[in-house]
């Protein structure tokens, strides 16, 4: 019959948790699974885990840890698979012991690798008995084979095989422990469970002894390797004790069973503390867990033990770093145990949760923190002091010019101020300012900044010796009119030309320039201070007219037309029959004439010279029928005339054999006397079938010799 042994569980947390606070980054949970109370610290004297008791002076001991508190639903669950899933998870598991059912929740092997993106081989799960393999993997949604550690479980090391020996366990421990440093471990001890089970009680006390060794020397392996030691927490709990009566089985809620013993080392558990006033339980460890490795444990029912931590005391009271030019105090305070502080460098001074106030009258850097058993984290402020005022630059020594010029000033921090006349002040920043001198001024400046440093108030005098202006010319025109322009200068002289004729002065009194044609003026002012710029005016005498063109001359016709007229600039305007003139412009304008007309036309520009005006008679002769055709030889041909635009006409012998067609002509259709084929026509008689929109006509013709 197969024996159901209880193993002890050796669960190594190691995961970077500075980020948090906490000095622990590796965390080891050691589970002595099926040893009872009385056993182990139970005993006084320790006689079977003396190197545990030894462990103790660097540890936390509860002696009121349990499976499950009393009313608990899990307290009659004092099982292997079930006590561990507790610890795991930190949930309630009623999970089969036989390692057919999963955990209901995820572990924090998984919830680790979640949060972090670590590797499989980050987190290890290591045991003596195979169906303990269960602890790696949960059934919730999401979870199910999802984020799990690597395993070594029982013979065959995948979860099958039956359950090895704790002296094969071991070295497979220390060997994955200091070659992959992982953040996670689970190891199973399976000889105190085993040895009970079988009723063997000196082989149970002889394994409780024999985990105790391992424990030892699972510390002092931490403890060897630097990137472990003082960087580590060792937890040692049983998942389950034995029956009170009868240490051969386990199972219910009896003392026995649920009394089990809790010892946890690490920097951040307090040191050689033994108590007994707090009753904590298995789903307590996973919260615990938690909160030193800097994790999650969302689904957790138990709470986080932090009694047992070593909360490191916490500084309060500095401002932040602050630029000032007044003296002022910062009184510390610390809440627990003792706070060190120091100024610019020198050694820390100790202070109480009494506080400390300390003066600040320069510029100093402040450091302190919060101690118990050992230096925390230091802060840093500096609080700097600043007496100087601004300094302003750029503004050039007082002079004299006669030419405008631009003064940019800056300042080299925060803000400066300046004025033109000593009353208003603008404010400028390190983005400087340009100021335009253009007259003769006084400018005035100085520096602020928002600690009310204020440098002295600066000065700087600039003459203004600008030469004369010379004004009265209008901008540059075209006209058709004489006009006069009064030329004045407002000091000294200024100088005229026109058409580059030699320059003439004139003083105040000015001058009066007749324009009346083009001409181009130039003219400055000038004085000792220099000679102003010379200035160009252009007049443009303009006495043509627009000259209008397309116009045909007098002309007699049958057939309606269209003139184009045009001008060449500014307007046209053209009349009908004596009528209004209307205008037109460059862009011309089409008049048709379908009946007798007389047409006038002119050129006017802007300035109102005009053009004459020009006449045409256009006699227009509309024949709208064929009543009277006439045919008019000549030497070259006939002309049918007296006939509507748009007729056709085509020759034809007396047969009626086609000849040729008529052409369309200036003054009607005409042919020219020969065959279609170029040759000339035989003389004799021709009909000329002529055809309007409205009429048909035969003309007769004679070609003679």
Request: aromatic residues 10%.
């Amino acid at each position: 019959m197969r024996l159901v042994f209880r193993i002890g569980i050796l669960l190594v947390l190691m995961i970077s948790a500075q980020a948090f606070g906490w000095n622990t980054s590796h965390v080891v949970i050691m589970i002595m699974d099926g040893a009872r109370y009385c056993e182990t610290w139970g005993d006084a004297a320790h006689t079977n885990i003396p190197k545990i008791a030894a462990l103790a002076s660097q540890a936390t001991v509860l002696t009121q840890f349990r499976t499950a508190l009393p009313g608990s639903a899990a307290i009659d669950w004092s099982e292997t698979c079930p006590g561990h899933a507790r610890i795991t998870t930190g949930t309630v598991q009623n999970i089969a012991n036989d390692g057919t059912q999963l955990p209901s929740m995820p572990s924090m092997f998984q919830q680790y690798r979640k949060q972090t993106g670590a590797a499989s081989n980050a987190a290890w799960v290591i045991t003596s008995k195979d169906k303990l393999f269960v602890l790696a993997n949960s059934s919730a949604g999401g979870w199910n084979n999802a984020y799990q550690p690597s395993i070594n479980c029982g013979v065959n090391g995948n979860g099958t095989g039956g359950y090895r020996e704790d002296s094969v366990t071991h070295p497979i421990v220390k060997q994955k422990l200091t070659n992959d440093r992982p953040a996670l471990m689970i190891i199973n001890y399976k000889g105190p469970d085993s040895m009970g089970h079988a009723n063997n009680w000196n082989g149970y006390i002889a394994a409780i002894r024999a985990v105790d060794g391992y424990a030892d020397d699972l510390w002092t392996t931490i403890q060897s390797d630097a990137q472990l030691k003082d960087k580590t927490a060792l937890i040692i709990l049983n998942d389950h004790g034995r029956h009170t009566s009868n240490f051969v089985s386990h199972g219910d809620s009896c003392d026995g069973c649920t009394h089990i013993m809790f010892v946890a080392l690490g920097p951040d558990f307090k040191k050689n503390y033994v108590t007994g006033t707090v009753s904590r339980e298995h789903i307590d460890i996973a919260p615990t867990v938690a909160q030193l490795l800097g994790i999650t444990m969302s689904n957790a029912a138990g709470n986080r033990m932090s009694e047992l931590l070593l909360v490191t005391p916490v500084v309060s009271g500095a401002p932040a770093g602050i630029t000032t030019n007044k003296s002022f105090n910062v009184t510390l305070d610390v809440d627990t145990n003792f706070g060190y502080w120091s100024t610019n460098g020198s050694a820390f001074a100790q202070f109480t949760m009494s506080g400390v106030t300390i003066s600040i009258d320069r510029t100093t850097t402040l450091r302190y923190f919060g101690s118990n058993t050992g230096i925390s984290a230091t802060n840093s402020i500096t609080y700097t002091f600043d007496t100087a005022a601004p300094v302003v630059s750029g503004a050039p020594a007082n002079l004299t010019t006669n030419t405008t010029f631009t003064v940019t000033l800056d300042v080299n921090e925060n803000y400066g101020w300046f004025s033109t006349n000593g009353t208003t002040y603008y404010q400028f920043t390190t983005a400087a300012t340009n100021i335009i001198i253009d007259r003769t001024l006084t400018l005035y400046y100085y520096g602020r900044d928002t600690l009310g440093n204020n440098s002295s108030t600066n000065t700087r005098i600039y003459t203004m010796d600008i030469p004369p202006v010379v004004s009265g010319a209008p901008a540059s025109l075209t006209t058709n009119k004489t006009f006069i322009i009064p030329l004045d200068v407002d000091k000294n002289y200024g100088y005229w030309s026109t058409n580059n004729s030699p320059f003439a002065q004139l003083t105040t009194s000015g001058v009066n320039i007749t324009v009346d044609r083009t001409t181009t003026l130039r003219y400055f002012g000038s004085n000792a201070a220099g000679i102003g710029s010379t200035n160009t005016r252009t007049y443009t005498f303009d006495t043509t007219a627009p000259s209008v063109t397309g116009v045909p001359n007098d002309m007699s016709t049958n057939k309606e037309f269209t003139i184009t007229l045009s001008v060449n600039e500014n307007y046209g305007y053209v009349s009908l029959n004596g009528g209004a003139y209307v205008q037109f412009t460059t862009a011309g304008t089409n008049i048709s004439i379908n009946r007798t007309a007389s047409l006038s036309c002119c050129g006017r520009d802007a300035l109102g010279n005009s053009s004459a005006t020009n006449t045409r008679t256009y006699t227009v002769n509309i024949i709208n029928g064929l009543e009277n055709p006439s045919a008019v030889g000549g030497s070259d041909g006939f002309t049918i005339m007296n006939i509507p635009e748009h007729t056709t006409g085509a020759v034809y012998t007396i047969s009626g054999r086609f000849v040729a067609s008529l052409a369309a002509h200036d003054h009607g259709l005409f042919w020219d006397i020969r065959t279609t084929d170029g040759k000339r026509a035989a003389p004799g008689v021709y009909l000329c079938r002529l055809s309007s929109a409205s009429d048909r006509k035969i003309v007769k013709i004679m070609v003679q010799r």
